[in-house]
């Protein structure tokens, strides 16, 4: 049986509090956090299917564990403007992961989201990065077009982080999956803080395939959708990003969806 095991690191890297290995774990932390914790996940053998919860103000994720060890390191200062404040705060913290179960592997759903996403290469996915993020600030990272968040009436801290260009017209998000993963649809939330954002009337989705698709856009608060018959990739960038005329210089983007299902016999039918 494959077993998950959590721990609870400081910046030295010395365990402050471990659990038993087991295939769905809990681990309580009667601490405050300190800048440099991190919490780490063991697993037996790389390629895993897990639902963690490493805070539990936030939502589960199923993630796709490519390492037998990853860490989700505990933001402090700057890096906490995208999370809730009440978020990693306190000294009692509840800490939950477990072996995804088949029925969940199964289904449809959207092979983009994880809310757990950090900046560099994590070991773990669906993974978001972006050759630009506006002035380097976290508020503007890739991460948050992943993060399953979609308020986007505003912009500038906790729930209205985004993917933000600064102005670059050549900005390009790459959505990795970890595996190859089968996709038919794509939705694309953009940011709608009008009249201080612009927004894209065009962007163009290139696939690990070597595939592209062109999608139309129109100035909305809404998801807008793009399907088209399944194709199996590992990843896919957004690019070319065309924004409509007018006084303001910001579009940006709330959330990218990708929905489709595992690479499976079952799921391709």
Not at 114 to 122: F, I, L, M, R, V
Not at 206 to 221: A, N
């Amino acid at each position: 049986m494959e077993t998950i095991k959590l721990k609870v690191l400081n910046q030295t890297g010395h365990t402050l509090m471990t659990c038993d290995a087991d295939d769905a774990v809990s681990l309580v932390y009667t601490g405050a956090y300190q800048p440099g914790d991190r919490i780490a996940m063991e697993v037996e053998h790389p390629g895993q299917f897990c639902v963690v919860q490493f805070e539990d103000t936030m939502d589960p994720a199923l993630i796709y564990v490519a390492q037998r060890e990853i860490n989700f390191y505990i933001p402090f200062g700057e890096q906490t403007i995208t999370y809730s404040p009440k978020s990693f705060q306190g000294s009692r913290h509840l800490i939950r992961a477990r072996l995804a179960r088949p029925e969940e592997l199964a289904v449809r759903r959207n092979l983009a989201l994880n809310c757990y996403d950090q900046h560099g290469e994590t070991g773990y996915y669906p993974h978001a990065s972006a050759n630009v993020e506006t002035r380097g600030e976290a508020v503007f990272a890739a991460r948050n077009a992943i993060d399953g968040i979609f308020a986007n009436s505003s912009h500038g801290e906790y729930p209205y982080q985004s993917w933000g260009i600064n102005r670059d017209p050549n900005a390009a998000l790459t959505l990795d999956f970890g595996r190859e993963v089968l996709l038919d649809e794509l939705r694309i939330t953009e940011r709608a803080d009008f009249p201080h954002d612009n927004y894209w009337v065009r962007a163009t989705v290139t696939f690990s395939d070597g595939s592209s698709l062109e999608i139309p856009l129109v100035k909305s608060r809404k998801p807008q959708s793009i399907t088209f018959e399944p194709r199996r990739v590992r990843s896919l960038v957004l690019s070319h990003l065309i924004q409509a005329e007018g006084p303001s210089p910001f579009p940006a983007l709330t959330q990218i969806e990708a929905w489709g299902c595992e690479c499976t016999g079952e799921a391709e039918g």
